[in-house]
């Protein structure tokens, strides 16, 4: 196993890897998402490296290739989804976990064979890790169960329930974490 941290845009065979992964995982349920999705990540990386502070892409590889990924971003007041978490919890939590910088972590995916195996605690882990940020965020899908035992087992807590960011169907879990 091979894990490859990124400050800014990976190379674009890391980038593909990426993108087969998260097909991968967010292909299946809960979450359905399609070959559309899987490019929408892609190109939501290079418009993050090229426009957002702090951008972290971590790609984590076995002896079977591509078996997770994850992307985090510097937030800041101002920030479109920050803003929109923001307001979703409430101005004591808001101060509280998101303040002036907090780390966004946009995704996080581990390819279903590699499932079980700890690579979502180490992607997860790398992508915080050494942040100039207090404190973390991330929206959860409510019926991801994998998902949010990584995240409640890695320190997570819920601070708003039914959030919706842009309209998407159904609401996640806006949670948050001290780094």
Known sequence: MQAH??????????LTAGRAVYAAAFG??????????????????????????GVRVVIVTDDEGPAAVGLAVLARPGDWWR???????????AKRWMGELCVEVVHLAVHP??????????????????????????????VAERAHRLYTNRGWTTIAEDFQAGGEPGGSLLMARDI
């Open 5 to 14: 941290l990124f400050s800014g845009e990976p190379p674009e065979p890391m």
């Open 28 to 53: 299946q349920p809960p979450y359905h998402e399609g070959p559309e999705q899987a490019d929408g990540f892609v190109a939501r990386v290079k418009r993050y490296a090229s426009e957002r502070d």
């Open 83 to 93: 803003d929109r978490a923001a307001e979703a919890a409430g101005d004591d939590a």
């Open 113 to 142: 064979r590699a499932q079980g195996r700890g690579l979502g605690k180490l992607a997860h882990d790398l992508l915080i890790a050494g942040s100039p940020a207090p404190t973390a965020i991330l929206a959860c899908n409510p």
